[in-house]
T-cell receptor, first 116, second 109 residues
C-alpha cells in the first residue's frame, strides 16, 4: 500500500522559535496533502489542504501566518510552526492523496511537537 | 462539523465479532462512507469505504442500510490489536475527511 512518512517523529523546541515538519509520499505522487492536529484525548482537526504548486487552503480559525504550508513537489509538503508557543504543543499528522489512482487518503505516522 | 454520530466507546471479547454502528442521516447522494481507525499515538489507518453496496475486504465488512442513513463496520474476529478509536466519516470521493469523536473500541481477552 501507499506509504506516507513524516519527519521528525518527535521534536522539542523553545517558545518563540520555529519548527518545520516534513511530510513525504514515498511511493506515489501526492496531488493533494492535508495537515491535521490532534490534542490529547481529542479527535483530529483538519488545519489545511494543500495542492502541489498552489497556496494552501486553511480551515476556519487556523492562522495561515503561524502555520506555513509549502507543497513544492508532488512528494513533499512541509508545515512550519512559526513563533511556537506552549499551546502549539500537539500531535501533527499529514495525509496525502494520489488522485491519479484513487481518492483514498494515506496518513503519516504523526509528529509530536512539544514547545517548552 | 462531523456529519456522523458514533457511540463513544464499546467493548468486545477477543475472538468475537465487533459491530460498530454509525449514523449519518444527512448523507447526500454522492457522499461515501469511510472508516478509519487510530491506534494510540499513530496516524489513522484506512479500513474500508462504500457508497451504497455492502463492502468486504481483508480487514472488515461494511454494511450500509438501504436508505444510507446508517452503517455498521464489522470486524469478524476481533483481536487485542484491534483496540483503537474507530472513525466513521462521510465525504465526497476526493473530498476532505472531517473526523468526529469516533468510537473507542476495547477488545478484552
Amino acid at each position: 500500500g501507499a506509504v506516507v512518512s513524516q519527519h521528525p517523529s518527535r521534536v522539542i523546541c523553545k517558545s518563540g522559535t520555529s519548527v518545520k515538519i516534513e511530510c513525504r509520499s514515498l511511493d506515489f505522487q501526492a496531488t493533494t496533502m492535508f495537515w491535521y492536529r490532534q490534542f490529547p484525548k481529542q479527535s483530529l482537526m483538519l488545519m489545511a489542504t494543500s495542492n502541489e504548486g498552489s497556496k494552501a487552503t486553511y480551515e476556519q480559525g487556523v492562522e495561515k501566518d503561524k502555520f506555513l504550508i509549502n507543497h513544492a513537489s508532488l512528494t513533499l509538503s512541509t508545515l512550519t510552526v512559526t513563533s511556537a508557543h506552549p499551546e502549539d504543543s500537539s500531535f501533527y499528522i499529514c495525509s496525502a492523496r494520489d488522485g491519479s489512482l484513487d481518492y483514498e487518503q494515506y496518513f503519516g505516522p504523526g509528529t509530536r511537537l512539544t514547545v517548552t | 462539523d462531523a456529519k456522523t454520530t458514533q457511540p463513544p466507546s464499546m467493548d468486545c471479547a477477543e475472538g468475537r465479532a465487533a459491530n460498530l454502528p454509525c449514523n449519518h442521516s444527512t448523507i447526500s447522494g454522492n457522499e461515501y462512507v469511510y472508516w478509519y481507525r487510530q491506534i494510540h499515538s499513530q496516524g489513522p489507518q484506512y479500513i474500508i469505504h462504500g457508497l451504497k453496496n455492502n463492502e468486504t475486504n481483508e480487514m472488515a465488512s461494511l454494511i450500509i442500510t438501504e436508505d444510507r442513513k446508517s452503517s455498521t463496520l464489522i470486524l469478524p474476529h476481533a483481536t487485542l490489536r484491534d483496540t483503537a478509536v474507530y472513525y466513521c466519516i462521510v465525504s465526497n470521493q476526493g473530498g476532505k475527511l472531517i473526523f468526529g469523536q469516533g468510537t473507542e473500541l476495547s477488545v478484552k481477552p
